[in-house]
């Protein structure tokens, strides 16, 4: 079969009418995997401001302006982002929707089955309160989890493993969202990987309304070395791997 009709193919839903979903392992009635990776018991967690606190901080905007004014932004100034900010970030792109009052499939971004694949990274460059270093959101506790501090070559990896783009390494912090397919396919065997990317365009997109909110812009990556991405991030790169970058800024 020619190759752009195989990928085009994967783009289509057709392969949903073949799928013996008694097959599932949800249907064979093995466990949910869990919502969220484990975490490394000795390591360093940081709680991160909840909703009542970080509001205050974030100035009433008109939806229609924001919407109209997203822009994919890839100069940025040496401006700290405040923590309450990144948790507002964070909050818009994963955060639970109603916590302690909902489960925690629910999310402000939607999921296909609210299955929610995903796990942000953050290279965090420059966030007052934080050092710089790689860490990774909780959405279940709010908390970040600390991976590493940086040394002198992480921005310099970092822009390697995004094929040179200086700007991505260059800005207040990089998200980094990586995908566990497990979770999905758990549910939907084959059909989970074109959802999974769907999944992604939300949160993205979440991301750069939200930044629009607070005077600071993004830009969505899909331009990156798999394997570099995915070592830098101490994932295996079969059950967790890298799906999409946005370094955020102020301007
Ligand atoms: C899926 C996707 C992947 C993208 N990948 C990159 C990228 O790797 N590098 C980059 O500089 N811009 C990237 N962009 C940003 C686009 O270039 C940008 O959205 C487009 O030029 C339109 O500009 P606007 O976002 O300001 O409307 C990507 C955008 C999307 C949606």
Redesign the pocket.
């Known amino acids: 079969m020619d190759k752009l009709k195989i990928y085009r193919d994967f783009l289509k839903d057709s392969i949903r009418k073949k799928i013996d979903f008694r097959k599932t392992d949800q249907h064979q009635g093995v466990p949910a995997p869990p919502l969220q990776e484990k975490c490394d018991p000795n390591s360093q967690r940081i709680s991160l401001p909840d909703k009542e606190t970080w509001r205050s901080f974030i100035e009433k905007t008109d939806l229609v302006h924001t919407i109209g004014n997203?822009?994919?932004?890839?100069n940025f100034n040496a401006e700290y982002l405040k923590i309450e900010e990144l948790a507002f970030l964070l909050w818009a792109t994963q955060g639970q929707r109603d916590p302690g009052q909902q489960s925690p499939l629910f999310r402000t971004v939607p999921s296909a089955g609210a299955r929610h694949s995903f796990e942000t990274y953050l290279f965090i460059h420059r966030v007052e309160k934080l050092s710089a270093g790689l860490y990774r959101y909780l959405p279940l506790s709010n908390e970040l989890v600390l991976i590493y501090t940086s040394d002198q070559h992480t921005k310099r990896n970092l822009t390697r493993a995004?094929?040179g783009?200086k700007?991505?390494a260059d800005c207040a912090v990089t998200f980094v969202w990586t995908t566990v397919p497990y979770r999905m396919e758990w549910r939907y065997l084959e059909i989970a990987h074109r959802v999974i990317l769907l999944d992604a365009?939300h949160v993205?997109q979440n991301l750069?309304l939200a930044c629009e909110a607070i005077h600071s812009g993004t830009?969505?990556?899909?331009?990156?070395d798999q394997e570099a991405m995915d070592d830098l991030l101490q994932v295996d790169g079969e059950e967790q791997f890298t799906v999409?970058?946005a370094p955020v800024g102020k301007y």
């Open positions: 997203r822009q994919s932004r890839r995004v094929m783009q700007f991505v365009g993205c750069y830009c969505a990556i899909a331009a990156y999409y970058l």
